[in-house]
């Protein structure tokens, strides 16, 4: 297990520990069930473990994804739904396998994108976007489609980025877990069951996110050096 996981810090521990009673706190007092509870800690497991390069990332995330894409269902957030089962889950084998195949020394070989990239990478989101939103408009049961089509544009353009072990994939999940924060206020605001879960599982991951941008520049700098 210490191959894929490695050493936690101080700052790693405190905030897992942190989030991990607040949900214990939420799940007792909305009688949430014991479902949602172990879909918010492998979620918070998996991004940790990705801000650390680490493999075991895809095994937690694998779990949460198929979960997540349950919740997202019975919300009616079929956009979640179809980014999950169609796409998270294979890209959690095929994450899996290119990270295992770029480690240099247990280490996993991090990237950097050139200015090019990440330009294209924006116009590729914005695009992407308000095509998708504007589909998902046509759905009878579809809630906050444009928000809906954001968060499904980036976690699909933040995963590929991820695969591809580039570091500039957490300046796009904290836009993402932002708009995907908005989006779980906007559902409990509607009366979601799952709400306030769902609101701190993607904060842990906002403050993961801006976490894994400062971990993984210093990986790349190292690369370098």
């Given at each position: ?19 991990t ?49 349950y ?6 957030l ?9 796409f ?27 200015l ?8 590729i ?10 589909g ?7 809630n ?5 089509a ?11 980025l ?14 993402l ?49």
């Amino acid at each position: 297990m210490k191959k894929y996981t490695g050493s936690w810090n101080l700052f790693e521990i405190a905030w897992l520990v942190l989030f991990t009673l607040i949900a214990v706190g939420f799940t007792v007092l909305s009688k949430d069930s014991f479902f949602g509870f172990t879909v918010f800690i492998t979620g918070v497991l998996c991004v940790v473990l990705a801000a650390k390069g680490k493999l075991m990332s895809y095994v937690f995330g694998m779990y949460n994804t198929v979960g997540y894409a349950y919740l997202a269902y019975i919300n009616g957030l079929f956009g979640e739904v179809m980014l999950n089962l169609l796409f998270f889950v294979p890209m959690n084998i095929v994450g899996f396998y290119l990270w295992k195949n770029n480690l240099q020394g247990g280490k996993l070989s991090m990237r950097q994108m050139e200015l090019r990239g990440m330009f294209l990478v924006g116009v590729i989101c914005i695009a992407g976007s308000l095509l998708l939103g504007f589909g998902l408009s046509f759905i009878p049961e579809q809630n906050s489609p444009y928000i809906d089509a954001i968060t499904t544009v980036l976690s699909i353009v933040a995963t590929i980025l991820m695969v591809r072990r580039f570091k500039e994939q957490w300046l796009v999940y904290i836009v993402l877990n932002m708009f995907t924060v908005l989006l779980w206020v906007i559902r409990t605001l509607d009366g979601s069951g799952e709400g306030l879960l769902m609101i701190v599982m993607w904060s842990a991951y906002l403050v993961n996110a801006a976490y894994g941008y400062y971990n993984w520049n210093k990986g790349v700098k190292e690369a370098l050096a």
